[in-house]
């Protein structure tokens, strides 16, 4: 056997998925919260967009803090996929990966279990990584703007939601997030040790996990179709 590192091992790697995931949602869920000032109306939004980034001065520099939020992000996304991608390679290896069905499941040939954790996770996450270099183009840098580039965050929420297929494609990646999260949020609190059950069903992660990616996932569908209904304009 090969020796390596204790931070490198299958657990430290778990334990960086977990955590740099925890904060991701903590971020998710105050981003959800901030898109919500969208009902508030456009002067709301702008005065809490512009917050945003004169926060903490003038001890800390214009932008500050959303500087240090994007550099804890990116180091969570870096860290995130680097461990994703470790311990995929790793689960492939030693699971004698030669092409062709991994796990015996007793559900029958199709491994249910398999096709919906593969899925949600490797391959929402996939999804997941490109909705966020779209929406950063989208809303906060505005090099692709549908229905109309503009200076006020509401203005290019709004201008870009009342167009169905920028809805639509929200839509798809809202619920990728709310799948991959529904699964993630359990699985981290299941490596930080908070599992007590032996069974999915029997676990309190369960409900607890249900509600997070259920909040999350709604309260970012609201803003995109309540602009395309036209409650919001
Ligand atoms: C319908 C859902 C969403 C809406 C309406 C929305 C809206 C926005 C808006 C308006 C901004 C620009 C804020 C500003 O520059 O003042 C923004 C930035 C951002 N959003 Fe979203 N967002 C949504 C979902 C998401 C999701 C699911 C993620 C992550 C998976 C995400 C990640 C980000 C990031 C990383 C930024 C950049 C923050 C920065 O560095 O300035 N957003 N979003």
Redesign the pocket.
């Known amino acids: 056997m090969t020796r390596m590192p204790a931070r490198r091992s299958t657990v430290a790697l778990k334990f960086l998925m977990a955590v740099t995931g925890l904060i991701?949602v903590g971020?998710?869920l105050l981003?959800?919260y901030g898109?919500l000032k969208v009902f508030a109306g456009q002067e709301a939004f702008d005065e809490y967009?512009h917050h945003?980034r004169t926060i903490g001065e003038p001890m800390l520099p214009h932008e500050g803090l959303?500087w240090i939020?994007?550099v804890v992000?990116l180091a969570s996304i870096i860290g995130h996929a680097y461990a994703a991608v470790t311990l995929w390679r790793r689960n492939r290896k030693a699971a004698g990966y030669t092409g062709g069905k991994r796990y015996h499941s007793a559900r029958g040939s199709a491994g249910i279990q398999r096709s919906y954790a593969s899925f949600t996770l490797r391959w929402g996450g996939v999804v997941?990584a490109l909705?966020?270099i779209y929406?950063?183009l989208h809303?906060?840098g505005n090099q692709i703007h549908p229905g109309g580039a503009s200076d006020s965050?509401y203005q290019?929420?709004v201008n870009g939601?009342e167009i169905w297929w920028v809805v639509l494609s929200?839509t798809v990646?809202?619920l990728a997030?709310g799948l991959h999260l529904w699964h993630g949020v359990w699985s981290a609190l299941a490596t930080l040790g908070a599992n007590r059950s032996a069974t999915r069903t029997g676990s309190r992660l369960t409900p607890l996990a249900w509600i997070v990616s259920g909040i999350i996932t709604i309260g970012?569908?609201l803003?995109?179709w309540a602009i395309l209904l036209g409650i919001v304009d």
Do not use: D, E, K, Q
């Open positions: 991701m971020y998710l981003h959800m898109n967009a945003l959303l939020v994007r992000l997941i909705f966020v929406h950063l809303l906060t965050p290019r929420v939601f929200y990646a809202m997030v970012f569908l803003p995109p």
